[in-house]
């Protein structure tokens, strides 16, 4: 998929993923589900936990954890 048809919360994941990319996968993916908790919108987070759900495999490995988390 490429970048300008992946949607919107599949992108912002991956960024914030990058961000945290220095990180143990584990460690990284606590790290972003609690940003997402405290700073996504509600209808967010489910179309993320529903992406993840359905084999997304666009998604960094620890933004696809943090889905799980969420």
Do not use: C
């Amino acid at each position: 998929m490429s970048r300008a048809t992946m949607p919107p919360y599949v992108r912002l994941a991956n960024e914030i993923a990058a961000q945290f990319a220095h990180r143990p996968t584990a460690d990284a993916a606590t790290a972003i589900a609690n940003h997402m908790r405290v700073v996504w919108d509600p209808r967010m987070k489910s179309a993320l936990k529903a992406h993840a759900q359905a084999g997304a495999v666009d998604l960094d490995p620890a933004a696809a954890l943090a889905a799980q988390q969420l």
